[in-house]
Nanobody, 111 residues
């Protein structure tokens, strides 16, 4: 059974940075595309970025140049480096892989 655990969220000022991590339990981590999603209060959950098993990345347009997704198949961990954060990036961030969701980690961007 796949389990995903996110970490790294917190409170940061506009222009600041955070790195989120998503660690998976279960076998086969190196297989398949993984993704980050986010859900702001009162809004639907939206896709942020994805990384394939081969390391190819894609991003929501508003995150290009600010966010970097990566994965370490040895550590069973996916990352999201977020730079130049804006108040509109405030949301709960979720990772997704192999049909499973993590519990989410809160990111708040505020002065």
């Amino acid at each position: 059974q796949v389990q995903l655990v996110e970490s790294g969220g917190g409170l940061v000022q506009p222009g600041g940075s955070l790195r989120l991590s998503c660690t998976a339990s279960g076998s086969g981590f190196s297989i398949g595309t993984m993704g980050w999603y986010r859900q702001a209060p009162g809004k639907q959950r939206d896709w942020v970025a994805s990384v394939t098993s081969g390391g190819r990345t894609t991003y929501q347009d508003s995150m290009k140049g600010r966010f970097t997704i990566s994965r370490d198949n040895v550590k069973n961990t996916m990352y999201l480096q977020m730079n130049n954060l804006k108040p509109e990036d405030t949301a709960v961030y979720y990772c997704f892989w192999n049909g499973a969701w993590g519990q989410g980690t809160q990111v708040t961007v505020s002065s």
